[in-house]
């Protein structure tokens, strides 16, 4: 896929391109990124989180793609899989100054009972 297709907004060039590519190359990571994130801003959350699920077993010591999934998981309106996600990762993050901040706020918003 071409970085223009991705970013010109020709959302299904990319993915179909995503798709050949996870055929060709399936353990590589930033295949699955890519469509996990054009996923997210159509809002097919199942799809995002599908391929989220799939990139943190392939890359399991890789904080910012575990707290990618748990923001996804609280944006799909499945909080108590974003809370699990949180706690089965935190020691990953806790290790991850630079996302700390984020985790730990994602942490105070799932600490409120849910609607």
């Known amino acids: 896929m071409s970085e223009l297709e991705a970013d010109s907004g020709n959302r299904d060039a990319a993915l179909a391109a ?5 055929k060709t190359t399936p353990n ?3 295949t699955y990124c890519r469509r996990a994130l054009i996923y997210i801003k159509q809002e097919r959350w199942e799809d995002a989180l599908r391929d989220l699920l799939f990139l943190v077993e392939l890359r ?3 904080p910012e793609y575990a707290l990618l999934l748990a923001r996804t998981a609280y944006a799909a309106g499945k909080r108590s899989q974003a809370r699990e996600i949180l706690t089965k990762y935190a020691e ?3 290790a991850s100054r630079q996302l700390l901040g984020d985790v730990e706020w994602r ?3 799932l600490a409120k009972p849910d609607p």
């Not at 995503?18 to 996870?22: Q, S």
């Open 107 to 109: 942490q105070r918003q």
């Open 60 to 62: 399991p010591k890789s």
């Open 18 to 22: 995503l798709e050949r590519a996870t």
């Open 28 to 30: 590589y990571a930033e």
């Open 92 to 94: 990953l993050f806790a």
